[in-house]
């Protein structure tokens, strides 16, 4: 489009300005901090069954032909929100494009809602956030494949927040200089997207783009099936967003007239730099997480899973953990999985245990607790703690004598056949007997017991969706996903003081719909203490500190040196203490004490603190791993020596510090010396593996 555009409004944060405008189609176009020029695309980008792209084709979401007929059809405004209102002359379909603030942070969330006219729409795709002009936004117009570069993480079960950055033509998106012969672009395009239940399995939802003059940051805020695409048009770049699609994830939704389908959220941020965009969008998921005490006191967990009893509980194990938590300063003590076996079946398919597929009653087993469970979780009251349990709610085992006893209709279906996972059904929280079936669950532990906290662990990804009449499986995914939400704030509205802890297989569920409902949540199963230094480091560009739960397992044998790594790598997040710390001698379990009691010193500051990294987002194998939290007045910083000959690195530190104080370990080996002239830190950590928590006061917060 080459033609004048006449403005519609200009809306936003002084340092995100939308700005939206249509030429003499009527289409409203979205630029920010610019007006929109000849890239700038449809404010949203629909598909409809039959109805492709117009002007190009490919495996792109743009270009749509029902998009460029969707006419401006008003607005409306305030200092928060924005609404668009466009329709399709066509069809009758109407789109209500939704823009909203984040207090005075330079974030913006969106999403749209459709609703079909005097006839049926067979929706087959819809944008959350379409933006062109990224490239001049970022500072390289014209130089978008050499100079910005596409950030996004891997993020394996166990590896989770491996960040990796490409310049966009190394990433596959080149200028082919096709645009000078009146085309659009390469046709190609960068793609992200996940189909299933586990929003985070392979890669995290949320990525930024980085040019020579800003970033441009993003999430897409829902726990299922999601997609991004990056790709060129005429001499620029555009940034799409999506829930599920049916190219990708098979869904599709079937609107009857007046039926309406609202989009997935997703938020986006410009900063000049990484760290300023992490930290607007760290502000953002706390002031869209539902508040829950927990998230402000940071009581400290002890589960018995990790590198400890591993799914076999029994009283007799158990309750020298408790004594031994209690001695080392824990509040909460959860007892992880296995608790309700009494097959003790020994180990079933992939390692798992052989309760693996009869879980979904969840009882307690007779044959692990003599005399009942409710022995251990008083002797866990008694010992000045708070008891907790594992679940995996989700999921019923195909020998569960539920299996048989829901309806057919309370499960995930293909073509009218129960999807079967691993040993598992899925339950559909669609159905009322399901949502009844947990509630029941629930209810009855946290009365029975007296508990105030559960682990939600969910252990399988049962793939693209289920059956879900006119629509497509995908669908019936993303349903679920929502009532699942709805679920766990229909836990929080009737216990307001249980602890939920999201889980599922550790970090395959990093995803920023689940974070705004839960007020703690697992990072990873990561077991290998030297691995775990990584992933703690990275996890704060995902989820905030107060929130991530981080393991710290040490066990008997362990020098100080290695238990003060252990412990460090959990004390700038949520330490989740584990390992047989029943086993330690008493000079190993007060080490642990020491970690736990200068946590306490500090804890509740890590709920306004933000995340830097002074030595690059960390790398899954480096040497040397530093995070540091700014607290507003001051910087705690961790770093690890994990291996390597150089027992000596420099670390640049804000402007302002004025000294470095130890935290934990006190009185250990080595030095940290800090010249004020030019701001940097010279720390030794003479052996491998090492690490050290600092604090490190200043004046001014340089991220304020």
Known sequence: MTE???????????????????????????????????????????????????????????????????????????????????RDPETGLRAATHFRRTGTLPTVSTWTELTAGDRTADIENVSSLVLSGVAALLGAPGRWERDVRLWTADNPWSGEYRWQGV???????????????????????????????????EQLPMGWLAGPDAVLAWQIEHNGSWHTEIADRFDEIYLLL?????????????????????????????APGRDAALAALTGHRRAVRRPHPDTTELPVVFNDFMNCLMGDP?????????????????????????????????????????????VGAWEPAPSRFPGGLAEVTDA??????????????????????????LPDEAFFRRDGTRITEWGRHQLDLRHPAAVAHLDDTVDRLVGEFGLGYLKLDYNI????????????????????????????????????????????AGGMRIDHATLAHVPVQSLSDQQDELLIAAIAAAAPTAVPPEQGAVWAYPYAGQSDEEIAFTMVSALL?????????????????????????????????????????????????????????????????????????????????????????????????????????????RITLPSAPSARLLRLPRAVSPLS
Not at 183 to 200: D, M
Request: charged share 20%.
């Open 4 to 86: 004048p555009l006449t403005p519609i409004t200009s809306w936003g944060p002084e340092a995100l300005t939308l700005h939206l405008a249509h030429g003499a189609d009527l289409v409203p176009r979205l630029a920010v901090n610019a007006a929109p020029g000849r890239a700038a695309l449809p404010l949203v980008e629909v598909e409809l069954a039959g109805q492709g792209r117009s002007g190009t084709s490919g495996k792109r979401h743009v270009d749509g032909a029902v998009s460029r007929r969707l006419r401006y059809d008003g607005h409306d405004a305030d200092g928060e929100r924005l609404t668009v209102r466009t």
């Open 167 to 201: 310049p966009l033509g190394a990433a596959g998106l080149i200028d082919t200089g096709m645009t000078r012969f009146g085309q659009t672009g390469s046709k190609n395009r960068v793609a992200r997207t996940s189909t299933g239940s586990w929003p985070s399995s």
């Open 242 to 270: 999506s829930g599920p699609g049916r190219r990708e994830h098979q869904w599709s939704v079937r609107l009857a007239p007046g039926e309406s389908f609202t989009t997935v959220p997703v938020t986006f941020t410009l």
């Open 314 to 358: 029994t009283t007799e194990k158990l309750l020298p953990l408790v004594a031994a938590a209690a001695a080392a300063g824990c509040e909460y003590f959860c007892v992880d999985a296995g608790w309700y076996d009494d097959e003790r079946a020994g180990d079933g398919p992939g390692g798992v245990p052989g309760w693996w597929d009869a």
């Open 380 to 405: 866990i009251k008694a010992a000045g703690m708070i008891p907790g349990l594992w679940l995996e709610p989700e999921v019923v085992g195909v020998r569960s004598p539920l299996a048989a006893s």
């Open 461 to 504: 990804d049962i793939g693209a969706g289920t059956d879900s009449g006119p629509h497509g499986p995908g669908h019936g995914l993303l349903e679920h996903n929502r009532a699942y939400l709805r679920w766990l704030d229909g836990v929080h509205d009737r216990h307001p003081g249980l602890v939920l802890e999201g889980c599922a």
């Open 573 to 681: 997040g949520r330490v989740h203490l584990s390992g047989r710390i029943d086993l330690l001698a008493p000079d190993q379990l007060a080490l642990v004490a020491e970690a736990l009691t200068a946590y306490g010193g500090y804890r509740r500051e890590l709920a306004r603190a933000l995340p830097s990294w002074p030595l690059g987002l960390p790398g899954w194998r480096d040497d040397w791993l530093a995070l540091a939290l700014d607290t507003g007045t001051e910087t705690l910083l961790a770093v690890w020596r994990r291996t390597g000959a150089d027992a000596v690195r420099e670390i640049p530190v804000p402007a302002g510090t004025r000294a470095v104080v130890p935290v934990f370990p006190r009185g250990a080996p080595g030095e940290a010396v800090l010249d004020r002239e030019t701001g940097r830190l």
